[in-house]
């Protein structure tokens, strides 16, 4: 929190507070020496709950539903205690049924409380918040609003718009001193399954082996939950008082298993989907045949490498990339339309990153290549195929114990010229390398800076 606090102490706004997380918080907060605003429809059973705190515990009425009692619970409050430091949004309830059983007014009942009620209470809040360069939102969301479950589709949909919400609210707030915290626990041993959960009046039974088994479910673990609210309790306490508060807190370990599971789902699933995805844009410049892209000025700021031969392999190099090339066709015999190059990669070997502002493609003749393209690395093999953009940062390596060969070509044509400008003359991938000394070495890398502009490559500092 902000230095605007005296000392340590915190003055609490806390929904939902006569059972379950809510009671817990309140709990935890007054027992560490803070101050709490209550709120319920029920303030008296949270006054007879802590009475022996009630110089520091203010309990009211308030109806999420009720703009009027939101806004006249926090005058209440600052009234009290001077300022709310933190705002928990706590109350809420879910609906368990497929997303076909439940009725309109059921799915309204919820959002009700769960979206539009968090929304009213924070926007009263805020302006507070806002005077203050000062506060801490904290929203109880549900591992449910990461994942969808079966029968809980409804509920899940509320708590997505939680964390949508909160998430946006974060970085519109983070600026004015507000921070955000999203809570996203697992099934904890409150009331939930219970007092706060009501279930679609309507059942269907092409639903009975999906949503239908997780009603069957729900009334057996009830009661029987692994999470400990006492301790989720604790965990908030400790988040939202410590110097970097996170912006998602998961809480108990089927949350955590099975949000790092729906992570990795979503990556392996976008990673398939790659191709599709990044095709739907408009061409950039650059990108498809005949289009030219000039390589931004401020990226030929970048520190220019020559790699050197490799005597060792036995192979013939070109200074710039490390490999073995064999030009086989050159400009002048393709009408100046393209480059094409014999390569052989040597093992273990590549070329740093670098770029072209022209289009490649390589076919892999033999052996196995690691391409990082973008940041993003990938495996090519024997008979595929790898096409970079114009302007697209892309290195490769050699991951075989032979030499890899492949077959790249570029446009436009001359780096065949490139190549023997820069000093090495490859007649045939079977001459050995030229043995250079340390000047010789620093003559080809003045001139590899010097020519690569002109030749629209750029290697990049790695």
Known sequence: ??????????????????????????????????????TSRNPQKVVTAFKEAS????AVSMDLRDPAQIAAAVQAALARFGRIDVLVNNA?????????????????????????????????????????????????????????????????????????????????????????????????????????????????????????RTRAAAVERNGNQPGDPVRAAEAIIKAVTSENPPLHLLLGKFAYENATAKLESLRQEFETWREATLSSDFPTPGE????????????????????????????????????????????SETAGRYCLIDMHVPPGGGPPPHRHDFEEMFAILEGEIELTFRGERSVGRTGETLNIPANAPHSFKNLTKGPARLLCMCAPAGLDEFFKLVGDIVPSRTAPPPELSEAEKAERQGKAEALAPRFRTEMLKA
């Open 1 to 38: 929190m902000n230095s605007n606090n005296a000392g340590n102490h915190r003055v609490w706004m806390i929904t939902g507070a006569s059972q379950g997380f809510g009671h817990e918080l309140v709990r935890a907060a007054l027992q560490r020496g803070d101050s709490v605003i209550a």
């Open 55 to 58: 110089d520091r515990l203010l």
């Open 92 to 212: 809420g309830h879910g609906l368990l049924g497929a997303v076909e059983e439940a009725s309109d007014a059921e799915i309204t009942n919820v959002f009700e409380t769960n979206v539009f009620g968090l929304l009213r209470v924070t926007r009263e809040v805020l302006p507070h918040f806002r005077e203050r360069r000062s506060g801490h939102v904290v929203n109880l969301s549900s591992i449910g609003g990461l994942i969808g479950l079966a029968g809980f589709g409804i509920y899940n949909s509320t708590k997505f718009a939680v964390e949508g919400l909160s998430e946006a609210l974060a970085k519109e707030a983070a600026p004015l001193g507000i921070r955000v915290t999203i809570v996203e626990p697992g099934p904890f041993r409150t009331n939930f399954l219970g007092g706060s959960l009501d279930l679609a009046g309507q059942t269907l039974s092409d639903y009975d082996q999906t949503s239908g």
């Open 288 to 331: 498809g045949v005949g289009k030219k892209a000039l390589i931004p000025p401020d990226d030929l700021r970048r520190k220019l490498t020559a790699a050197q031969p490799d005597a060792k392999n036995g192979l013939t190099h070109i200074s710039l990339a490390g490999d073995t090339y064999t030009i086989l066709v050159n400009g």
